[in-house]
């Protein structure tokens, strides 16, 4: 019997001794890394030997004992031992999980206007054309300093199909965007919609402002007039950057709709999780790493709260 709360999965079985479970997330730990790194030499030494080996037998035999043998150990063994840890993880871990978040910013509650999902992501404009899958973990809606807020952390793939020699196709997989998605609920409405992505090289020109740095960084849209210049003041456009440093990430692109104002940043930064670099065998370190990323976003929240033309008032 399973039941499912706040995004964690419980599994009815009987909860693991701290040494048990460290031992055993270890173990998954260790394996996922291990095949990991097989797959990376395999997929070095195939791309090697179809570019060193003369032989066109030859070559073809080892570009897909070797490269396509270090994808598939790099995507099914290492990944799979990945999506072990993290059921395990939650499976022992989560009613800590689930404690020590809502504490932080209270019960999770979900309402339509808040929701970051694949349909919500499309609505940013984010890297249109080049991501095909979206995927969004330890997704949290609540509150900080009154302020109603959700967050995620969120990965967008693009996904095709590449034919391998006498098997067929290959669905592939290649990450265009990791980073945080963060919403809040602004004091005020927005005078109108206002838009701003990174600029690419397909960007329309967009609302020039009075920031050269920004206006070659970022292209605005937003309805004729001066509306986007309430929002886009030298303060504002300084905080995001303060922002973006603050969690060691770059601004990929904000809105500004109604009263929400929704952010994604790219960045290895991990709400409601544990650092990639933190042993798993040690318990008390990955409960700690746990709870400062929680800190961490209550911190970066602050930040954005300085903001008086979306937060004015607020404590």
Known sequence: MKKKTNGFETVGTEKMTDAELSKKLGHYQKMSSAWLLVGLIGVVGGTISFFAVQDAALKAILVTVLFFG?????????????????ALMHEQLGDFFRAELEKAFGPDIHTPEMRINEPFMKTLHLLDGQWEECEVENFH???????????????????????????????????????????????????????????????????VTDNEIFDRSFCVTAEPGQDAFYLLTPQFMELLETFGQRIEGHILGFRWENSIFSLALETDFGFAAIASDVALRDLDAARRSYTKSLQEMGETLDLLLKNATLFAGRD
Request: aromatic letters at 4%; proline letters at 5%; glycine letters at 10%.
């Open 141 to 207: 809606e609540g509150t900080h300093r009154g302020v109603h807020f959700s967050a995620a952390n969120v990965r967008l793939d693009h996904v095709y199909e590449r034919a391998i020699a006498h098997e067929g196709l290959e669905t592939c997989r290649d990450k265009v965007f990791k980073g945080l998605v963060l919403r809040c609920e602004t004091c005020v409405p927005a005078p109108s919609p206002i838009r701003v992505n990174a600029r690419t090289e397909s960007s329309p020109r967009g609302v």
């Open 70 to 86: 270090g994808v598939c150990c790099a995507l099914f063994l290492g990944g799979g031992a990945q999506k072990k840890l993290k």
